[in-house]
């Protein structure tokens, strides 16, 4: 019976190794961006940091086996607990320490945790178990607790506990471990009663964190935002923050603003009226991203637009901006118009699954900071983009700053010619931007900049769109490579752009 539970704690200890190892690669792909990065570089340092474990366990004297078990189970359970909170107090209070913060905590969790599985190899191996029989019961069940948290992370535990909560939970399971481990072997064990009070300190000390640590996340996001932070949720695809100072409203998607209140109005009127204007006869409109309806809300202004169909991956970004009533007011109820039809899947699969033809498609998608992001912009998109526009429509694309990431924007109106559009790039000034851009792209050849707008502006105008079209010296034309899958040069344009601006 005790061998059949130590082999279930192989299952759980087994499951939260790999939860802390999560938790460190989403948070620091939330936070820094480049999550083929973030996790490759974690992963391999919490693997080594696993043989360094391994290593070090054969130090362990035979006798002290249990009690050092009991002791790396608190101290992997109180580490492991607390990473996700810590690291984002580092991130948002003391930024500079961040990266060396990060890979300490990750190498010394995976060195403790590398020490779990051999010790309990060897409390089971005392106990006189068969070594075939001993090594295959406790890989197997080493293995099906990885399947189980790497399973459960993504769909259950992260959206709904959130990072901080799903940490602690998994720091109370190490604990139970150590506590249970401690008055089942209480004889073999060195100051059983020491290590039972400690074992349930921690447990009360991670239980409390669970308490508190949504009230500790807020801290560290007024930290990182400065404003009052009126609402924030971790979902399966991205952390949503929404702020707001005196009249500013801003919406922050994992950690990046995505826009203000104050002049979001320049970004959506320079994305959606250059070629809604010049498509008077656009009857349907395609909205791929854009969740928070604010596109939604300047293309319902043209009369002759019947029909607008909205595809977002994230329905807590799409519901959010369809009943907080702040948000709401922003977007006009754009996304409970009765022409308007919502649909939370991923662009590219919607895309590849549906024949409908628009007259005008919209891609306001995130930056392109990383892989999953920059297929969108990729020519296979784009071409598959072009099956669903009409042969007189438009498509417009949000396409970064052609001013501080001169090389991404480029690469966007590239890769777009590659897939064989026309194109028409142009920029707007955006105060919480600076200089961003956009690209108009068609089948066909015949789009000239609008000299007029037959719905008022709050920011177009003749003079206006003229300059949008023009490009000053500093963001002429660089020779880049068309961002295609295999290689996603556009991921790599922008990373390199943004960081010459951040140095």
């Known amino acids: 019976m005790l061998d059949r539970t130590l082999i279930l704690s192989v299952f759980i200890v087994a499951s939260c190794g790999l939860a802390y190892e999560l938790i460190a690669g989403a948070l620091t792909s939330y936070l820094l961006g480049d999550s083929v990065l973030q996790f490759s570089s974690i992963i391999g340092c919490y693997l080594f940091a696993m043989g360094v474990g391994s290593h070090l366990s054969k130090y362990v004297k035979e006798e002290d086996t249990l009690s050092r078990f009991i002791d790396i189970e608190l101290l992997v359970g109180l580490l492991g607990g607390i990473?996700?909170?810590?690291?984002?107090?580092?991130f948002a209070w003391l930024s500079a320490p961040f990266r060396t913060a990060l890979y300490a905590l990750v190498f010394l969790i995976g060195m403790l945790v590398g020490m779990e599985i051999p010790l309990v190899m060897r409390v089971l191996n005392g106990r006189r178990t068969e070594f075939r029989e001993l090594v295959?019961?406790?890989?197997?069940?080493?293995?099906?607790?990885?399947?189980?948290?790497?399973?459960?992370?993504?769909?259950?535990?992260?959206?709904?506990?959130?990072?901080s909560r799903t940490g602690l939970l998994f720091g109370m399971l190490n604990a139970g471990v150590a506590l249970w481990t401690a008055l089942t072997f209480r004889d073999d064990v060195r100051d059983s009663g020491r290590r039972v009070f400690l074992a349930t300190m921690v447990m009360c000390l991670l239980g409390l964190g669970m308490?508190?640590?949504?009230?500790l996340t807020?801290?560290?996001?007024?930290?990182?935002?400065?404003?009052?932070?009126?609402?924030?949720?971790?979902?399966?695809?991205?952390?949503?923050?929404?702020?707001?100072?005196?009249?500013?409203?801003?919406?922050?998607i994992n950690g990046n603003l995505q826009f203000s209140s104050r002049d979001e109005h320049r970004y959506h009127e320079a994305l959606v009226h250059p070629a809604l204007e010049k498509a008077a006869f656009a009857k349907s409109v395609l909205v791929l991203g854009g969740g928070d309806g604010m596109a939604v809300r300047e293309i319902l202004r043209h009369e002759h637009v019947e029909h607008v169909t909205l595809v977002d991956l994230d329905p807590a970004m799409t519901t959010l901006f369809s009943h907080s009533e702040p948000l709401v007011k922003l977007n006009h109820g754009s996304l409970k118009d009765r022409r308007v039809t919502v649909v939370n899947d991923d662009a590219g699969r919607w895309l590849e699954k549906n024949d409908g033809v628009f007259d005008v498609i919209i891609?306001?998608?995130?930056?392109?900071?990383?892989?999953g992001l920059g297929k969108l912009y990729s020519v296979p998109m784009y071409?598959?983009?072009?099956?669903h526009l009409s042969e007189n429509g438009f498509l417009v694309v949000q396409s970064t700053s052609p001013f501080f990431a001169p090389r991404a924007?480029?690469?966007?109106?590239?890769?777009?010619?590659?897939?064989?559009?026309h194109t028409w790039p142009y920029h707007a000034y955006v105060p919480s931007f600076g200089e961003w851009g956009f690209v108009v792209a068609a089948k066909h050849d015949r789009f000239t900049p609008p000299e007029r707008y037959s719905l008022p502006m709050r920011f177009l105008d003749a003079d206006s769109t003229r300059l949008m079209f023009s490009f000053p010296a500093d963001m002429k034309r660089v020779p880049v490579e068309p961002n295609r899958l295999?290689?996603?040069?556009?991921v790599h344009y922008f990373e390199e752009d943004w960081h010459q601006v951040l140095r």
Do not use: H
């Open 83 to 90: 990473s996700a909170t810590f690291l984002f107090l580092i």
């Open 136 to 163: 295959s019961r406790v890989l197997t069940f080493d293995y099906l607790g990885a399947l189980a948290v790497s399973l459960l992370f993504p769909l259950v535990l992260a959206p709904k506990l959130g990072l």
């Open 211 to 215: 308490l508190t640590s949504d009230r």
């Open 218 to 252: 807020q801290w560290a996001e007024k930290g990182l935002f400065g404003d009052e932070i009126i609402y924030a949720t971790t979902t399966p695809y991205q952390r949503i923050v929404v702020t707001r100072w005196k009249d500013d409203m801003r919406l922050y």
């Open 363 to 371: 891609a306001d998608f995130p930056d392109p900071s990383n892989f």
């Open 383 to 387: 071409r598959l983009m072009a099956k």
């Open 409 to 421: 924007f480029w690469c966007i109106d590239a890769t777009l010619r590659e897939a064989g559009f």
């Open 486 to 490: 295999n290689s996603q040069s556009l």
